[in-house]
Nanobody
Framework: QVLLAESGGGVVQAGGSLRLSCVASGRSFSPYGMGWFRQAPGKEREFVAG????????WYADSAKGRFTISRDNTKNTVILQMNSLKPEDTAVYYC????????????WGQGTQVTVSS
């Protein structure tokens, strides 16, 4: 069983930064990739950023490019989402997810952490 736990959300003014963490646990946890998603009130969940578990490749939604960085702390089974130059439209619940194989969907999810950006 894979357990994912996000932290680091909060309230920040526009232009500020937040660092989200996702700690993964479980027997022999070694997924194909990890991703960050978000869901704003009244909107569908959307992809934000992803990376291979090795950290050798990353990819971003257009809304995140140039402002967000996804990375992995290899020593702690942790995936980080560094968010800079935050905008009010970034306000959402942010979720961490794991993709166990290349062919699978993101099937394991954390409980989410709230990010609120005030104008």
């Amino acid at each position: 069983q894979v357990l994912l736990a996000e932290s680091g959300g909060g309230v920040v003014q526009a232009g500020g930064s937040l660092r989200l963490s996702c700690v993964a646990s479980g027997r022999s946890f070694s997924p194909y990739g990890m991703g960050w998603f978000r869901q704003a009130p009244g909107k569908e969940r959307e992809f934000v950023a992803g990376c291979l578990w090795s950290g050798s490749m990353t990819w971003y939604a257009d809304s995140a490019k140039g402002r967000f960085t996804i990375s992995r702390d290899n020593t702690k089974n942790t995936v980080i989402l560094q968010m800079n130059s935050l905008k009010p439209e970034d306000t959402a619940v942010y979720y961490c997810a794991a993709k166990l194989t290349r062919a699978s969907d993101f099937g394991s999810w954390g409980q989410g952490t709230q990010v609120t950006v005030s104008s």
